[in-house]
């Protein structure tokens, strides 16, 4: 009798190697989708990260360009150019016996007042160095005129003190003196009905350098300056800049949060590029009629720093300041996804324009050409 064929039989081997590749054909196409997928996430992620990151720069640098000049501007005869003499606790803090920390160990070591000042090429790299200053007292912003013959070693008088408080930072500045002072109002000092403002706390000293407080109102008028307070409603003198590792830092160059030593601060990460120009007022009408580079005598920090009254002109001259930075995600594809240069400024005129050349493994990044142009509002309103 015929045995009858076992249900259960096994696969033939052509059976299993059809099997076999339609399996392997349906993995390799699953597969492909995936990678494309992920490949697709990771441009999505870095993208959206630089896009973000360069958000944040924007209104971090915006913000702290727009008060530049505040409370010192309006008395720019005195104060545009002059040589910032600062103590804190008894002993010289500006000008500066040694370099800044890094990445401001190029930019000069006796900062002076101006809104702006473009260090440029002093960073790492090779990319600007931003020196910016704005007061912040909330009391109009405007300087004081000190009273003819009552300064002393530790105090001056004004018109009027009310809104002043204990620990205020004051300016003083002459019109035809080379340096100016930074001074603080004494504890427990409060504006009011008298005219004499008290000296004392960290940042007062009768004599600072060469500089005595009692040789103010020998030259010409006197303004006396609040920038703002210790404690708080701070005043701005920084430096901005970018580290060897590709970080925006800042430097406080008054130790206001009060440290004894520097401090340099992190901001932003990924910024690669920092490029700055000025835009200049050719004809004093207060309008912005060109566009220079700050690498460009007479727009060099040297020059603009000179204390000269040619220098001081050129400061108040300035009105705009237009930034670029380039911003570069934190993971690299595999293959190139940028082309072989990036380039600023493309708009303005050729001389003005900055082109930074990209090697074969930085063009595997992807990158974030950030442009915006800052108005020096306390600068164009005087």
């Avoid at 930074?182 to 000092?189: E, N, S």
């Avoid at 500089?211 to 920084?238: M, R, W, Y």
């Avoid at 910024?271 to 580079?293: P, S």
Wanted: with cysteine.
């Amino acid at each position: 009798m015929k045995r009858a064929a076992f249900p259960g039989r096994g696969l033939t081997l052509i059976e299993l190697l059809v099997a076999v590749t339609l399996g392997m054909l349906l993995t390799i196409a699953v597969s492909a989708i995936l990678v494309r997928q992920e490949g697709a996430r990771r441009t999505l992620t870095s993208s959206n990260d630089v896009v973000l990151n360069a958000a944040h720069v924007t209104h971090l640098v915006d913000r702290m360009m727009r008060s530049a000049g505040s409370g010192f501007s309006q008395a720019w005869q005195s104060t545009y150019g002059c040589r910032i003499m600062a103590a804190r606790g008894g002993t010289q803090l500006l000008p500066r016996g040694s370099d800044w920390p890094a990445p401001f160990a190029a930019v000069s070591r006796s900062p002076r007042m101006a809104p702006v000042l473009v260090h440029a090429g002093a960073g790492a790299g090779g990319s600007d160095v931003l020196a910016l200053v704005g007061g912040n007292s909330g009391l109009g912003e405007a300087p004081l005129r000190m009273l003819a013959g009552s300064v002393t070693a530790n105090g001056v008088r004004v018109p009027a003190t009310v809104g002043l408080r204990q620990r205020d930072l004051i300016l003083m500045a002459e019109q035809g003196r080379a340096d100016c002072m930074l001074q603080q109002t004494a504890a427990g000092f409060a504006g009011g009905a008298s005219q004499q403002i008290d000296f004392g706390a960290d940042y007062a000293a009768a004599t600072i350098g060469t500089l005595n407080l009692v040789d103010f109102g020998t030259v010409g008028e006197v303004s006396v300056i609040p920038l703002g307070n210790a404690a708080g409603n701070t005043p701005s003198l920084l430096l901005l800049g970018l580290s060897a590792d590709r970080t925006l830092v800042s430097l406080d160059m008054l130790r206001l949060a009060g440290g004894a030593s520097d401090t340099v601060t992190p901001l932003a990460d990924g910024v690669i590029e920092l490029r700055a120009r000025y835009g200049i007022d050719t004809n004093d009408d207060r309008i912005v009629d060109q566009w220079v580079d700050p690498a460009t005598s007479p727009w060099t920090a040297a020059a603009l720093m000179d204390g000269s009254a040619t220098a001081q002109t050129n400061l108040y001259r300035i009105l705009a300041v237009r930034v670029g930075m380039i911003l570069r995600n934190a993971t690299p594809d595999r293959t190139a996804v940028t082309g072989a240069s990036l380039q600023l400024f493309p708009d303005l005129a050729a001389a003005l324009r900055h082109t930074r050349a990209l090697s074969a493994d930085e063009q595997r990044y992807r990158y974030r050409l950030l442009e915006f142009t800052v108005p020096l509002r306390n600068v164009m309103l005087i």
